[in-house]
């Protein structure tokens, strides 16, 4: 069983930068794939970024903008945001998937945290 808790969401002036965090508990950390998700109110939860080992895999809607990485040592995993504007508004999520596959579809991952609520004002 995973557990994962996420922290560092705000409310920043569009152009800011915020950095989350997900610490995941468990073991095999290093070998799980692990995911960004964010979902705004009235619509679909949406795919922003993935990490397995060293390969990472965004969405093209965050390209450029935000980094994912992850701390094995610290069973940690974060998203570093840049330039953000007013639609990256949501509640962002952290998940794990068993498998070793960076995929975008939501129903995919098996674990989830409970999400941390960014808001970016213009």
């Known amino acids: 069983q995973v557990q994962l808790v996420e922290s560092g969401g705000g409310l920043v002036q569009a152009g800011g930068s915020l950095r989350l965090s997900c610490a995941a508990s468990?073991?095999?950390?290093?070998?799980?794939?692990m995911g960004w998700f964010r979902q705004a109110p009235g619509k679909e939860r949406e795919f922003v970024a993935g990490i397995l080992s060293r390969s990472t895999y965004y969405a093209d809607s965050v390209k450029g903008r935000f980094t994912i990485s992850r701390d094995n040592a610290k069973n940690t995993v974060y998203l570093q945001m840049n330039s953000l504007k007013p639609e990256d508004t949501a509640v962002y999520y952290c998940a794990a998937r068993d498998l070793q596959t960076i995929l975008v579809d939501p129903s995919r991952y098996d674990y989830w945290g409970q999400g941390t609520q960014v808001t970016v004002s213009s």
């Open positions: 468990g073991r095999t950390f290093s070998t799980r794939t």
